[in-house]
């Protein structure tokens, strides 16, 4: 599938360079950022949003990630490629918000993404909506856990296309209405609800938050991270020192 191209910044994709034009609000959350912060920024963003029409959230579960998906300790939060925050951990139903630098998911056409999606299986519907604030992809898809036990680890599940509906086991089968944020060359902002349904007209009955609200959060200046260094082996973004990537040639040490 194609990947998206959006709006809020153009330039280099790095938010701390000096040839990219950002939005001046998300230009304001970058220059007050503290890493360390962001497990309650995102918590508190998140809630205010899905607590409109969700009345127990319960807590919320939040992880940081490097270049190669791997969860970091907090000592290297300002080092991150990526965040997230889960509600509903372990129940039929879960909000998430993913933050994430990843040159592949936020580059192409917002038009050819949800077209070929469609045409693919992947999505059951999908809209494009293009303003001053961004490209905001939006669509419905269906999910199941991967292999036979539910991961929500780092909440990843496979798409199941639509001519597989009818296949797969019912008892296994989520929906769950996406939003996608392109907010630079790099950066995008996913915000989800997934409901725990065997058919798409019982999943429409689960859902709480209006898409619109997923939308709205994604927009959110506020729910930014900068892009995070380079790697010391010669990665693009930084890994944790136990992985041992390399992913070029070696800079070599400072004198």
């Given at each position: ?82 965040m ?53 992809i ?33 008892d ?20 989800s ?22 939308a ?40």
């Amino acid at each position: 599938m194609v990947a998206v191209g959006g709006a809020l910044m153009v330039g280099s994709g790095d938010p701390r360079s000096d040839d990219t034009t950002i939005d001046p609000a998300i230009q304001r959350a970058l220059d007050d950022y503290d890493a360390w912060a962001m497990p309650d920024l995102l918590d508190r963003e998140a809630r205010a949003v899905f607590s409109r029409h969700v009345s127990d959230l319960g807590p919320s579960e939040f992880r940081a990630v490097d270049g190669s998906k791997e969860t970091i300790p907090s000592e290297y939060y300002d080092k991150a490629s990526g965040m997230w925050v889960l509600f509903g951990d372990d129940t039929d139903h879960q909000l998430f918000v993913d933050l994430a630098h990843s040159p592949s998911e936020a580059e192409g056409a917002a038009q050819e993404y949800c077209d070929e999606g469609l045409a693919e299986g992947y999505f059951l519907e999908c809209t494009v909506d293009i303003s001053d604030a961004g490209t905001v992809i939006s669509w419905l898809g269906a999910l199941r856990p991967p292999g036979d036990e539910r991961n929500f680890s780092d909440g990843t599940m496979i798409a199941v296309k639509k001519d597989r509906l009818g296949v797969v086991d019912p008892d296994s089968i989520w929906f769950e209405h996406n939003v996608k944020v392109i907010k630079s060359e790099t950066f995008v902002t996913y915000v989800s609800e997934r409901v725990h349904a065997p058919t798409r007209e019982q999943a429409e009955a689960l859902f709480e938050v209006p898409v619109a609200d997923l939308a709205e959060l994604g927009l959110d200046p506020d729910v930014v991270i900068p892009h995070p260094p380079a790697d010391p082996g010669g990665c693009p973004q930084w890994m944790l020192p136990s992985t041992d990537a390399t992913c070029g040639e070696v800079p070599p040490a400072s004198k």
